[in-house]
């Protein structure tokens, strides 16, 4: 059987790649300390030696678009190509491409739509920041199969919370009951409080500081009751119009489980967003 | 209203490096050729089976020759749509995060909780 060999969450900021790559003059004051903040998340991934990562994640009007929106969908193809042109300019990521496991993609279709979620899929995907900035961050060698798991935050009406948690605590079943043993880290990005093109965009730290610390502490200590308890579709517009984005780690929440304290925590408050980092290890941390 | 045409422009827009020169250089004729030509194309479908209803009105049409990134808002154009199309045509013309934060400014000035429906 397959083992969950650790459970990560992490924000997506796509500046990260230019700061820590950036010298001299170009290089921001907070680059270094960024810097050391991701190579110690990274560590708790490499430590977990994992075989395959399912990476969670939310196309940003890159491939999937208002004609045909999918709510959740799986990547099951040999390859996937990753980072758009908009993103190249925008942020100057690199084009990427990374290995798929169709065997664990088809895997999760099956026994997802057999446990109630209608899956959709795809066999040609182009993925974006979502998903590349973690594999920065975490694996910047892009040397392990990936199942990419894409979730609709972005494009109203959108699943509530709740089914967000509970398509995490699946993803995790799923995986465990993969018949083959490898090892697998289930990998998602989301937000803290943020706002894109709208009035509080671009502060001197993330629009709603105060959801941010209850945020991190709901993740940290896994009271998925206090979240679930406090955040709705409705309440979400409040912290800033794309803290949507908090439900994929309402998510990786789930996946962690009800209760569990995650194992590394970190967060770094920059401008317009607060940065954080969780790693669950839910069979024990490794040697 | 056709939020969904509003974000139909600006997707398609920002992804081709070329119309986004042409629409910055010239918003008004860009407008006009692209609800002409493009406004009812499915994007993944051959361009004989498109569609024969899609139009802006008139203030759609008119935020968007105008650059109005307020009016679009307003419209409950995706605001992820507008701002990255936006800052591909403008932040050019201003130093590190300058745009960014002056489009915020301005649209405090006009907007506050809650924001303009953007569901399509």
């Known amino acids: 059987m397959a083992t969950v060999a650790a459970v990560i969450a992490s924000t997506h900021h796509p500046f990260y790649y230019r700061a820590s790559t950036a010298t001299g003059a170009d290089r921001p004051p907070f680059a270094d300390e960024w810097v050391a903040k991701i190579e110690a998340f990274r560590e708790t991934l490499t430590k977990a030696r994992p075989d395959i990562l399912v990476m969670v994640g939310s196309d940003h009007f890159h491939q999937l678009w208002l004609d045909n929106m999918p709510q959740f969908l799986v990547g099951k193809a040999p390859y996937f190509d990753a980072n758009w042109y908009n993103e190249e300019r925008e942020f100057g990521l690199p084009r990427m491409r990374l290995a798929g496991d169709e065997q664990l993609a088809s895997h999760i279709l099956r026994n997802g739509l057999d446990a109630g979620f209608d899956l959709a899929f795809s066999n040609e995907l182009r993925i974006d920041h979502s998903i590349t900035c973690p594999i920065i961050t975490l694996r910047p060698d892009a040397d392990l199969p990936i199942v990419p798991i894409y979730t609709n935050i972005f494009a109203p009406p959108l699943p509530r919370p709740g089914r967000f948690v509970e398509l995490g605590r699946t993803i995790r079943q799923l995986v465990e009951s993969w018949p083959i043993d490898k090892r697998v880290a289930i990998i998602g990005t989301g937000h803290l409080s943020l706002e894109l093109g709208g009035p509080r965009q671009f502060g001197e730290h993330g629009p709603d500081p105060d959801f941010d610390r209850k945020a991190v502490d709901w993740i940290a200590s896994g009271d998925l009751d206090g979240c679930l308890s406090e955040v709705t579709l409705d309440s979400l517009h409040q912290p800033g119009n794309a803290t949507h984005g908090f439900m994929d780690f309402m998510l990786m929440m789930g996946a962690a489980g009800a209760g569990a304290k995650a194992d590394h925590v970190d967060s770094l408050d920059l401008f317009h967003t607060m940065e954080a980092y969780f790693t669950w290890y839910p069979n024990g941390v490794p040697a | ?120």
């Open chain 2, 1 to 120: 209203m056709s939020k969904y045409l509003l974000d139909k422009f600006l997707y398609t827009v920002d992804r081709d490096p070329a119309l986004v020169e042409r629409y910055r250089e010239d918003p008004a004729g860009t407008v006009a050729w692209w609800e002409q030509e493009r406004a009812n194309e499915i994007l993944n479908c051959a361009v004989a089976e498109k569609s024969t209803w899609l139009s802006f009105t008139d203030d759609e049409r008119k935020a968007l020759r105008e650059h109005d990134h307020v009016a679009l808002f307003g419209l409950g154009a995706h605001p992820f749509l507008t701002l990255t199309l936006f800052i591909a045509m403008f932040e050019r013309d201003h130093g590190p995060l300058e745009y960014q934060k002056t489009y915020g400014r301005v649209l405090q000035e006009h907007y506050s909780l809650p924001y303009p429906d953007i569901a399509t």
